[in-house]
């Protein structure tokens, strides 16, 4: 039984094997945080919520339909830490570890998991790569717990309770998994700079990619024996459209709400309220403010850059922001009548550039798609179903606070949003499609009339 059920899963593509994983990932999140023990007695659980819930921390999402703080107990949120782990990391990362541990060879059909999970281009080196992934992302982790868990027993009456809201809120920030156990994610730090900027640092290094760090730590152990190092050009563009985008929206939002929502607020406070939403609007979901006091134009940016997400190979969602890099850059040489894309002294792929629209234009399909459905079950304003809609496929975990009040079927709508987000619009595509072949025939080309 269980070689024929082997069998069966290795006859699958890399795409199809990916999301079956995923599946059975939110199966078994599904279990642990419907366990009795997990939520605090007399807490109502309904099959709708402990779904939506695994749903969404598998995916890193952070939209919830039940309050984690009044929900959860405290073996409840250590088990909701590690389905965050679980979902941020990859589920062929950690898969890869237990495989490791146990000596099992990575063989040819793991590494095609690993380099589709990844959104790698080549099968070598990506067993190196999930080990340092791993290092990195615990490493990371374990600090901020430190700093934050030391730093939080000015708030709380015992070090133990400092260091558990320390350690989730770590583990959510570094995973951008948007949830919270203080019950109404950072508002009660809404003053206290030094928690937002290492909130903002750790949401910067989970969704920044893996890669990025992994090229940032080779260049520094360079430095140190004195070899020179070279950026590959996607550390090179990521890095740049990621910080132009955390720079776009904070201007962006100051700008906007200079005379509304931050008419009566001091330079700092209105400085560090943009900057915050801005970093969070990558993939986090936590916040300092109430997004439903921002005006409506605000709230439309904001859906802008959480459809654009965080960067690949990270634990975020989105088109991603290399996507959004390639198409201005297609479009822009275009314009300029360029057959090709040069950036920073390279000359990219007509296949990336062809992904990069294709993806893009999906993307919008189905989230116009999934607006418009929404518009028809639910009773809310368009405005906080875009908003919603956004926050989902970008696996952001904003809200306006209409998630709990959504319908079963609106529910299911966020679910498949969050799911998509997580495996990304290609493995989505993948799954639909079969495997790529080589046409034996062609037709005579003729042009057709364009915009």
């Not at 006859?11 to 990916?18: D, G, V």
């Not at 067993?127 to 290092?135: A, F, M, R, S, Y």
């Not at 000015?154 to 920030?173: C, D, K, N, R």
């Not at 639909?432 to 009339?449: M, T």
């Amino acid at each position: 039984m269980i070689v024929e059920v082997k069998k069966r899963l290795y006859s699958l593509s890399p795409a199809k094997l990916i999301v079956t994983f995923y599946f059975l990932a939110v199966t078994v999140s599904f279990l642990l945080l419907s366990l009795p023990f997990a939520r605090k007695p007399g807490v109502e659980w309904t099959f709708i919520d402990a779904l939506f819930t695994a749903v969404s921390a598998v995916s890193v999402t952070g939209l919830t339909v039940v309050n984690t703080a009044d929900t959860f107990s405290l073996p409840g949120v250590f088990i909701l830490a590690f389905v965050l782990q679980f979902g941020g990391i990859g589920i062929m990362t950690l898969g890869t570890f237990i495989w490791i541990l146990f000596g099992k060879k990575i063989g040819l059909q793991e590494r095609r998991l690993i380099m589709m999970d990844q959104n790698q281009s080549k099968l070598s080196g990506v067993v190196n790569l999930l080990k340092q992934i791993l290092v990195l992302v615990l490493t990371i982790e374990i600090f901020g717990a430190i700093i934050l868990g030391t730093y939080f027993m000015q708030y709380f009456p015992t070090w133990q309770e400092a260091y558990l809201h320390g350690f989730f809120a770590s583990v959510s920030a570094t995973t951008n998994g948007g949830f919270d156990i203080t019950g109404s994610s950072l508002v009660p730090f809404a003053n206290d700079y030094f928690v937002q900027m290492v909130n903002i640092i750790l949401i910067t290094l989970g969704a920044i990619g893996f890669p990025v760090l992994i090229e940032v730590k080779n260049y520094i152990r360079s430095k140190q024996i004195q070899e020179r190092y070279r950026f590959s050009l996607y550390t090179k563009l990521t890095t740049v459209t990621f910080f132009g985008l955390m720079v776009f929206g904070t201007v962006g939002i100051i700008v906007l709400e200079f005379n509304k929502f931050f008419a009566d607020k001091a330079w700092h406070e209105s400085f560090f309220y943009a900057l915050f939403q801005a970093a969070t609007t990558r993939s986090a979901g936590l916040s300092t403010m109430d997004v439903s006091l921002f005006s409506q134009t605000t709230q439309l940016l904001l859906c802008f850059l959480m459809f654009i997400g965080a960067s690949p190979s990270s634990v975020g969602g989105g088109i991603r922001t290399t996507t959004f890099a390639i198409v201005l850059l297609t479009m822009f040489h275009f314009a300029r009548g360029s057959r090709t894309v040069k950036v920073f002294r390279r000359e990219l792929h007509e296949e990336d550039m062809r992904k990069a629209l294709v993806v893009t234009l999906v993307a919008f399909m189905i989230w116009f798609t999934a607006v418009v459905f929404l518009t028809i079950t639910e009773s809310h304003d368009l405005i906080e179903i875009m908003f919603e809609v956004s926050s989902a496929f970008g696996t952001v975990g904003l809200s306006m606070g209409i998630t709990p009040d959504l319908s079963t079927v609106g529910k299911i709508v966020i679910m498949i949003l969050m799911f998509i987000g997580r495996v990304g619009i290609l493995s989505f595509l993948y799954l639909l499609g079969r495997r790529e072949v080589e046409a034996n025939y062609h037709y005579p080309k003729e042009r057709v009339i364009i915009g």
